[in-house]
């Protein structure tokens, strides 16, 4: 039937799948009638009425019963069934029990796959918010954790012991873990932007108390922020205050006025006024905590 219909072969519906999921960050839900993405890869394929609603009959003989299935609903999931065979993505029933829906994930070896197939370098793996298995447990794990009374930013001795890969994961999950509760936002100006493809955003996961000078990777330590507005932290232009309000560094009264604006937009002068808050996330459990933001104004502000 497969050939009688010029139906795509099971090796071009993986392919396909696993591009499919590195655009829709990672999962897709299961392929039931009326799912977008069932009709999104159909018109990848250019598939015809006649292609999309052929079906299959299993007769069975002992109750009497005739169920019938869609040709192309059951190509799909056999294609993702034998992806998560290969271990390339995570069944719904393994993902329902991470996040509470049943999709398929794609693991990290799938992002990997996914990435050469769709001619991406691996090494924007790092950066864009595609979700995988792995790194979503790492996500729950940060989003779990309890906000401290007392915090210790730091983390020199874990990073030292940990391998290259644990590292990597547990920065990706930070990332993806930050923006999320941040709503994709900048914490100073509010910009949200995604690219084209969705494959990535403006805001960046942005550490208080930077790598370089260990700083840990987890919700307390980070805040979202764009990528002007990221570097302008680093390098100690603004800060926050413990009660979340922005201060800025006390050389903006010296620098020259065509300095720090983009046409008629100010965009560290618009920083100034006294009491502006940045925008923080839904749940308090999120806010950057007072530890690091009193380490940063004390090292990396220019006061």
């Given at each position: ?31 039931a ?36 299935s869609?040709?192309?609903h ?42 050469r ?17 792995e ?53 100073a ?102 530890s ?12």
């Amino acid at each position: 039937m497969l050939e009688q219909l010029a139906m795509p072969t099971r090796n071009e519906v993986r392919h396909e799948l696993l591009r499919t999921l590195l655009k829709h960050g990672g999962v897709v839900k299961e392929f039931a009638a009326g799912e977008q993405v069932v009709d999104e890869i159909a018109r990848q394929f250019g598939l015809t009425d006649a292609q999309r609603t052929a079906a299959l009959e299993t007769i069975y003989r002992k109750q009497n019963r005739v169920k019938k299935s869609l040709l192309w609903h059951r190509l799909l999931f056999r294609a993702a069934d034998s992806l998560a065979h290969d271990g390339l993505v995570s069944r719904p029933t393994e993902t329902l029990q991470l996040t509470g829906h049943r999709e398929w994930m794609l693991t990290e070896k799938g992002i990997d796959r996914a990435l050469r197939i769709s001619r991406i370098p691996t090494t924007k793996k790092d950066f864009i918010p595609v979700k995988t298995f792995e790194v979503q447990k790492v996500v729950n794990k940060l989003l779990k954790t309890q906000r401290p009374t007392s915090y210790q930013p730091f983390d020199a001795i874990q990073k030292r012991s940990r391998k290259l890969t644990e590292i990597t994961l547990r920065l990706r999950g930070f990332r993806q873990a930050v923006i999320a509760v941040y709503d994709y936002r900048c914490a100073a100006c509010g910009l949200k932007l995604s690219s084209p493809d969705s494959l990535c955003w403006e805001v960046e996961a942005a550490h208080i108390v930077p790598h370089a000078s260990f700083g840990k990777d987890d919700i307390f330590n980070g805040i979202a922020l764009c990528r002007f507005h990221h570097w302008a932290f680093d390098v100690g232009w603004f800060g926050v205050r413990d009660d979340y309000t922005v201060c800025v560094s006390s050389k903006l009264a010296e620098l020259p006025r065509e300095f720090g604006r983009t046409g008629r937009h100010e965009l560290l002068r618009s920083l100034a006024p006294r009491g502006s808050e940045i925008r923080l996330p839904s749940r308090r459990q999120f806010y950057p905590h007072e530890s690091s933001l009193r380490w940063h104004r004390e090292f990396v502000l220019h006061a």
